[in-house]
């Protein structure tokens, strides 16, 4: 099988600050790790993909100086919420897949934001 | 842009009971996987479909792509507590894009 972790599982901040997730995959090399956001009750939403060395390509809506993704080794990614505000409570969660593992994308088992 | 529709939205049934949650997308699918998702949890894949009129059957759960490759079913017989989740339908893209979910069906089995 393939693991990918996320750490923190759940973080509450205050209004202003910035928190940072990290996603790892443990038991191969990603070649691209994916970030999603999930509001209650609704589905996944693509924010940004992230390939290991390069910038990462946010999707149409997502600012990328508010979500600050690097992606520093085949093995890790982090997400920045910078300056969080209360409407950036969510759950995020983050996805890896790999050339020689085909279309799969091996999901983590998310992160819970809560901005006070 | 590609939307996916997820029907029924939520559903609630007694236990034995079988059921089916339908996947409908507004262009061809790259290939449509479809995921099971726990409150709290990242979502799991449970099957992965590429060719049109393909049939995959997972224990209880049976999977279908249609011939047009732009709707998909998933059948599950005998309903058990353990199946309570979301179903999530989701696009691959090709691989090297992320995935469009539609907004999944919640299903809840009753003891």
């Known amino acids: 099988g393939a693991v990918v972790s996320q750490h923190p599982s759940w973080v509450i901040c205050k209004s202003g600050t910035s928190v940072k997730i990290e996603c790892r995959s443990l038991?191969?090399?990603?070649?691209?790790m994916f970030w999603y956001r999930q509001f209650p009750k609704q589905s996944l939403m693509l924010m940004a993909t992230s390939n290991e060395g390069s910038k990462a390509t946010y999707e149409q809506g997502v600012e990328k100086d508010k979500f600050l993704i690097n992606h520093a080794s085949l093995t890790l990614s982090t997400l920045t919420v910078t300056s969080a505000h209360p409407e950036d409570s969510s759950f995020y969660i983050c996805?890896?897949?790999?050339?020689?593992?085909?279309?799969?994308?091996?999901f983590g088992p998310g992160t819970r934001l809560l901005v006070l | 842009t590609q939307l996916l529709e997820q029907s029924p939205q939520f559903l609630s049934i007694q236990e034995g009971e079988n059921l089916t949650v339908y996947c409908n997308s507004s262009?061809?699918?790259?290939?449509l996987q479809w995921y099971r998702q726990e409150p709290g949890e990242g979502p799991v894949l449970l099957v992965t479909?590429?060719?049109?009129?393909e049939v995959k059957k997972l224990k209880r759960l049976t999977f279908q792509f249609g011939d047009a490759r732009k709707d998909s079913s998933l059948h599950i017989t005998a309903a058990q507590p353990g199946d309570t989740g979301l179903y999530l339908c989701?696009?691959?893209?090709?691989?090297?894009?992320?995935?469009?979910f539609g907004k999944g069906t919640h299903l809840i089995i009753q003891p």
């Open positions: 262009s061809v699918f790259s290939s």
């Open positions: 479909v590429v060719t049109g009129g």
């Open positions: 996805s890896a897949n790999s050339f020689d593992r085909g279309e799969t994308q091996y």
């Open positions: 989701a696009d691959s893209g090709g691989g090297a894009d992320g995935l469009t």
């Open positions: 038991d191969f090399q990603a070649t691209t």
